[in-house]
Nanobody, 124 residues
Framework: QVQLVESGGGLVQTGGSLRLSCAASGGAFSNYKMAWFRQAPGKEREFVAAISRNGISTRYADSVKGRFTISRDNAKNTAYLQMNSLKLEDTAVYYC?????????????????WGQGTQVTVSS
């Protein structure tokens, strides 16, 4: 059973940057691919980015390509989401997710483990 704890959310102005962290415990971190999803008020949870178990492969939602970067440090059992050039529409609760399958999925239903979420608010 993997436990995930996100941190790093907060309030930032448009064009600013934030780095989210997802600390994992309770399992072999390198056995899990990691992903970030987000959910804005009144909207469904949506895929943001994912990274393979060895960190070589990544995948991004079109809305964040070129602005967000997902990474991981298997020695620290932590995944990251570097968010640059933030826009108002990036405001959401951001969730970290993990799954042991090798294939990177964008469907939230394919992820077994979830963190509690961290709020990101972008203001003008």
């Amino acid at each position: 059973q993997v436990q995930l704890v996100e941190s790093g959310g907060g309030l930032v102005q448009t064009g600013g940057s934030l780095r989210l962290s997802c600390a994992a415990s309770g399992g072999a971190f390198s056995n899990y691919k990691m992903a970030w999803f987000r959910q804005a008020p009144g909207k469904e949870r949506e895929f943001v980015a994912a990274i393979s178990r060895n960190g070589i492969s990544t995948r991004y939602a079109d809305s964040v390509k070129g602005r967000f970067t997902i990474s991981r440090d298997n020695a620290k059992n932590t995944a990251y989401l570097q968010m640059n050039s933030l826009k108002l529409e990036d405001t959401a609760v951001y969730y970290c997710a993990a799954d042991s399958a090798a294939v990177i999925f964008t469907n939230s239903g394919r992820y077994d483990y979830w963190g509690q979420g961290t709020q990101v608010t972008v203001s003008s």
